[in-house]
């Protein structure tokens, strides 16, 4: 079926919860209210549902192909990686000073969405792009920035990561690619890259790496890591290409999802080593790295979002298609389509409230980091921070989580059909699975909310939080209603579970450790189910208000009914959470290792 881009929801979020008029009051995004939003996300929209989408079946069927070192993308792919350059959909969101628009992230990250909906495959070649881009504006000299900025920022030349070596996965500490510093300033770099998405194609003219190696002599472990830019093609004084550069494309891996997607392993050197530059300082690649990182992993989550939101879309539609059985309740006298069963309607349900609830996450923590990093005052920068960054976690662990078994829900309202590959929900599924392993795993999202974002400063980041959504309940029990009073209720449970574990991530971490990050990724699951559920509440409140007025009527009551879905079936699984979580520990570390 084709993809049909939520645009007044994305709005809805963007203008309520997100705020995006006082983001227009930010200097240097006077331009970027509301109405600009609009007119960006209906471009937008148009260029996904007419040109992404149609390719993102053939892409699963006939994905990227590589031969002699050459990579092919899937047919049509070349041709609409154009019209993005084209459209100047790859700046968005960068600076002016480079050529880009100069939009906020709130702006940016709906697009974002849209673009993965449409075809995730696609869409991860300039979401790597970004995190480029987002480490040379950071640590790149002006020559670095002079020189391959424009270019990327314009979709000219496309961008990738390089961490992760066969013998170092998540434990970069084990990095072994070397970097030997040349008389010219530059470096030699030498050794082998792997899982580097979009690392070889022929859809831009040029790819320039990020490449984390270790320079000569430099301290073990992760102290001595250095970030150099390692292009395909070397670049002239000019700006002009020069030659190639010693790095290959050696194979691409055969993957359960995202097919169409080159996933490469990259050799550096192997013909008198691949020249590269130094990003910043040495030894503090993965400082610069993170950067990229960061970028990545909110990216991720929006990834989740986006699979979750076409999944549904694809089981709404089988629904209303798909006749089988008597409804239970004798309201039709005959066979009816399968959206009239109460088990099919509490799935899709499901599928709606948690995407809903994770996209007005994402959109408050993008209006977060647009206040943080340009809002004139220095505490509201500060505390957009924060908030920020205890928001990263939540955004990539729970939403990716969230896809998944929004994914596996879609393929079960399928029934049998969903395990065909020819009505592509199976797809989905499999594309989903991905988001919860790179750019750090689930784990490692939960241990750097435990460890990073709780616990360091006391807990003092998660109760603020939960001091705002306290505010909210209080809004919601005043406002009255059945769906509010309902909502307050179970944030209120939720809100009480989460604070019992911060209390208990704060008070094990250095004493107890194992007891601690045994309920890791479960806290990370209360504290994302929690924060989706406030913005909900939100959403609740606002869309009340709305209909009061006359506004939008079936758009405010399916709000409203969304809200409260999620309140009495998603938002209740917290306290059991902390429950595992407070009182669990014993029993996941128990069993000696023998009987495993």
Request: charged share 20%; glycine share 12%; hydrophobic share 45%.
């Given at each position: 079926m084709s993809y049909t881009?939520?645009?007044k929801d994305m709005l809805f979020s963007m203008q309520h919860l997100a705020n995006i008029e006082q983001i227009a009051r930010i200097p240097?995004?006077?331009?970027?209210?509301?109405?600009?939003?609009?007119?960006?996300?209906?471009?937008?929209?148009?260029?996904?549902?007419?040109?992404?989408?149609?390719?993102?079946?053939?892409?699963?069927?006939?994905?990227?192909?590589?031969?002699?070192?050459?990579?092919?993308?899937?047919?049509?792919?070349?041709?609409?990686?154009?019209?993005?350059?084209?459209?100047?959909?790859?700046?968005?969101?960068?600076?002016?000073?480079?050529?880009?628009?100069?939009?906020?992230?709130?702006?940016?990250?709906?697009?974002?969405?849209?673009?993965?909906?449409?075809?995730?495959?696609?869409?991860?070649?300039?979401?790597?792009t970004d995190g480029a881009i987002e480490a040379l504006l950071t640590a790149g000299s002006d020559e670095l920035k002079a020189t391959y900025l424009e270019k990327l920022i314009s979709g000219q030349w496309t961008g990738t990561m390089n961490l992760t070596e066969p013998q170092a996965g998540s434990d970069l500490a084990l990095v072994r690619t070397k970097a030997e510093p040349q008389p010219d300033g530059s470096y030699k770099v030498f050794g082998t890259k792997i899982f580097i998405t979009w690392g070889e194609h022929d859809m831009a003219e040029n790819i320039v790496h990020l490449v984390l190696a270790r320079v000569q002599g430099a301290p073990?472990?992760?102290?001595?890591?250095?970030l150099f830019v390692v292009p395909k093609f070397l670049v002239n004084p000019d700006g002009s290409l020069g030659a190639r550069n010693d790095a290959h494309c050696v194979s691409i891996e055969h993957k359960l999802g995202i097919k169409a997607s080159p996933t490469a392993v990259l050799q550096f050197g192997d013909h008198g080593g691949a020249v590269g530059y130094l990003v910043g300082q040495e030894n503090r690649g993965l400082e610069y790295m993170f950067i990229m990182m960061n970028a990545a992993r909110y990216g991720v989550g929006i990834q989740g979002i986006a699979i979750a939101e076409r999944a549904y879309q694809k089981a709404v539609q089988y629904a209303k298609d798909r006749v089988q059985s008597r409804p239970v309740d004798g309201s039709i006298n005959a066979s009816a389509a399968i959206i009239h069963h109460p088990d099919v309607r509490r799935m899709l349900m499901t599928m709606r409230a948690t995407t809903e609830g994770c996209r007005a996450m994402a959109a408050v923590a993008a209006?977060?980091?647009?206040?943080?990093h340009h809002h004139p005052d220095a505490q509201v920068r500060k505390d957009n921070a924060t908030f920020?960054?205890?928001?990263?976690?939540?955004?990539k662990g729970y939403s990716t989580e969230m896809s998944i078994e929004v994914a596996s829900l879609g393929v079960q309202v399928h029934g049998g059909m969903g395990f065909i590959e020819e009505t592509g929900a199976a797809q989905y599924y499999r594309d989903a699975k991905i988001l919860t392993i790179y750019e750090g795993t689930t784990a490692i999202q939960a241990n750097d909310l435990v460890g990073r974002k709780t616990a360091r400063d006391g807990g003092q980041s998660a109760r603020a939080i939960a001091a705002q959504i306290e505010a909210t309940e209080g809004q919601l029990r005043a406002s009255g209603t059945a769906a509010a009073l309902s909502m307050a209720a179970r944030l209120e449970a939720a809100r009480k579970a989460y604070l019992d574990v911060v209390d208990f991530v704060c008070g094990g971490a250095?004493?107890?450790?194992?007891?601690?990050?045994?309920?890791?990724?479960?806290?990370?699951?209360?504290?994302?189910?929690?924060?989706?559920?406030?913005?909900?509440?939100?959403?609740?409140?606002?869309?009340?208000?709305?209909?009061?007025?006359?506004?939008?009527?079936?758009?405010?009551?399916?709000?409203?009914?969304?809200?409260?879905?999620?309140?009495?079936h998603v938002l209740v699984k917290a306290p059991?959470?902390?429950?595992?979580?407070?009182?669990?520990?014993?029993?996941?570390t128990g069993l000696a290792l023998e009987s495993f």
């Open positions: 881009a939520p645009v240097g995004f006077e331009d970027a209210g509301f109405d600009t939003a609009q007119a960006v996300l209906e471009e937008c929209a148009k260029f996904t549902e007419g040109v992404l989408a149609p390719l993102n079946f053939e892409g699963d069927k006939n994905p990227s192909s590589w031969k002699d070192g050459v990579v092919t993308a899937t047919p049509g792919f070349k041709d609409a990686f154009r019209q993005l350059t084209e459209g100047g959909w790859q700046g968005l969101q960068h600076p002016q000073d480079f050529g880009g628009q100069g939009l906020p992230k709130t702006i940016g990250a709906a697009c974002m969405e849209m673009l993965n909906s449409a075809n995730m495959s696609f869409a991860l070649c300039p979401l790597l073990e472990g992760v102290k001595g890591i250095s209006a977060a980091y647009d206040a943080a920020y960054e205890f928001m990263v976690p939540l955004v250095k004493a107890s450790p194992n007891a601690v990050f045994a309920g890791s990724v479960p806290y990370l699951m209360l504290a994302g189910n929690l924060v989706a559920g406030w913005q909900l509440g939100r959403s609740l409140l606002v869309a009340q208000e709305l209909l009061r007025t006359g506004q939008d009527e079936a758009f405010m009551r399916a709000k409203i009914t969304t809200a409260q879905f999620y309140a009495e059991g959470l902390r429950d595992s979580i407070v009182d669990g520990a014993a029993s996941v």
